[in-house]
């Protein structure tokens, strides 16, 4: 699999392989730093692994927002 395409943006991640006509949106609860010179993903072995620098150094509860899907749209429409 050589065309793994990642976006992410302060709220917001999206991985696409087309290939397999995969797509996989998560839309963060806190923000991410996705500026950051640190931020970096390799792929091995069949695993994707993605590293992102999280705005505030604190303990996140959960990865996803569990807003309303419209809300969470608005939102991600926002950090794009």
């Keep these: ?5 990642i976006y992410y943006s302060d709220y ?3 991985v696409s392989i ?8 998560i839309d963060l ?12 993903s390799t792929y091995a072995n069949a695993r994707l692994d993605i590293w992102l620098e999280k705005q505030e ?6 990865l996803e927002s569990d807003l309303p899907k419209l809300e969470r749209m608005r939102w991600r429409e926002e950090s794009i």
Aim: no cysteine; aromatic share 12%.
């Design 1 to 5: 699999m050589k065309n793994v395409n």
């Design 12 to 14: 917001f991640i999206k």
């Design 18 to 25: 087309p290939s397999q006509k995969y797509i996989l949106v």
């Design 29 to 40: 609860d806190q923000p991410i730093n996705f500026k950051s010179p640190v931020n970096r």
């Design 57 to 62: 150094k604190a303990h996140w509860d959960k």
